[in-house]
């Protein structure tokens, strides 16, 4: 079983910055793809930012440019960091672990609200 720990959201303005953190109860980022979703009212759940054990990192189109995912290994952690953020960046964020043996572990979630 795997726990992933969120911190980091919050309200800021258009332009604005945040950085969401997600800390893992044990050391599985060298088997694990780690990523990054966001489920905004009435829409579906979509992959944001995912980043592989080999530091391979995919986006979605939409935060291309402006965000950043990375990960420490020694501290469990992984990152996403959100510059030049826009109103429709406005959801809530949720950290996913998915390890190369198998399951899908997910975040408790954290609101990102942009604007003015």
């Known amino acids: 079983q795997v726990q992933l720990v969120e911190s980091g959201g919050g309200l800021v303005q258009p332009g604005g910055s945040l950085r969401l953190s997600c800390a893992a109860s044990r050391s599985i980022f060298s088997r694990s793809t780690m990523g990054w979703y966001r489920q905004a009212p009435g829409k579906q759940r979509e992959l944001v930012a995912s980043i592989t054990s080999g530091d391979s990192t995919n986006y979605a189109d939409s935060v291309k440019g402006r965000f950043t995912i990375s990960r420490d290994k020694a501290e469990n952690t992984v990152y996403l960091q959100m510059n030049g953020l826009k109103p429709e960046d406005t959801a809530v964020y949720y950290c996913?672990?998915?390890?190369?043996?198998?399951?899908?572990?997910w975040g408790q979630g954290s609101q990102v609200t942009v604007s003015s």
């Open positions: 996913n672990c998915k390890p190369y043996l198998g399951g899908n572990y």
